[in-house]
């Protein structure tokens, strides 16, 4: 039972990311609310590329946090917490 739970907290955090960042990208354009697209990026600025001759392999990472995806994870915490 505790497995069944782990991974439906990392669905409901995953989706309150992916929620928070896209509202938080369709929020840039009105003027005040463009606070919840502030955030910080990190990762790999250029990708990692393997080039084996015949197969070439490119690894790349890059993570942007914003204030809408934190809010979006704190509403899937809720929300978890609430169904559970």
Known sequence: ??????WILLLMMLSGIVLGGFLGSLADGISFLSW???GQSFGLDTPLVLNLGVLVITFGLS????MAGIIGVI???LVYHNIR
Request: glycine content about 6%; overall charge positive.
């Open 1 to 6: 039972m505790g497995n069944r739970n782990f």
């Open 63 to 66: 993570i942007r946090i914003t």
């Open 36 to 38: 919840l697209n502030f």
């Open 75 to 77: 509403i899937a915490l």
